[in-house]
């Protein structure tokens, strides 16, 4: 059964620097592109990054770009969310996200982070 557990989340000082990891496990990692999405309560969750099956290439959402580095061990079934210069408003959940066709869609539960003095 696929299982995405993520880790990482945390309280932290605006301007400083967090990472996100995301285990994954019952389908074949290295096959498929793999995302984070965050969600503030009371808005749609919204795309952070996404990453090719080989790691080969990735994109990420305006906010992110400069700032977020998203990255992948295929040998390790993880994928990492590195973020840097926190701001408030970066403030979410953060969700791993695995679409592995076929309307296989698979969420984690997702990593609280809280940028605040």
């Known amino acids: 059964q696929v299982q995405l557990v993520e880790s990482g989340g945390g309280l932290v000082q605006p301007g400083t620097s967090l990472r996100l990891s995301c285990a994954a496990s019952?389908?074949?990692?290295?096959?498929?592109?793999m995302s984070w999405y965050r969600q503030v309560p009371g808005k749609d969750r919204e795309l952070v990054a996404t990453?090719?099956?080989?790691?080969?290439?990735?994109t990420y959402e305006d906010f992110g770009k400069g700032r977020f580095t998203i990255s992948r061990d295929n040998a390790k079934n993880t994928v990492d969310l590195q973020m840097n210069s926190l701001k408030p408003e970066d403030t979410a959940v953060y969700y791993c996200?695995?679409?592995?066709?076929?309307?296989?869609?698979?969420w984690g539960r997702g990593t609280q982070v809280t940028v605040s003095n």
């Open positions: 990453i090719n099956s080989d790691g080969g290439r990735t």
């Open positions: 996200y695995a679409d592995l066709g076929f309307a296989r869609w698979y």
């Open positions: 019952g389908f074949i990692f290295r096959n498929y592109a």
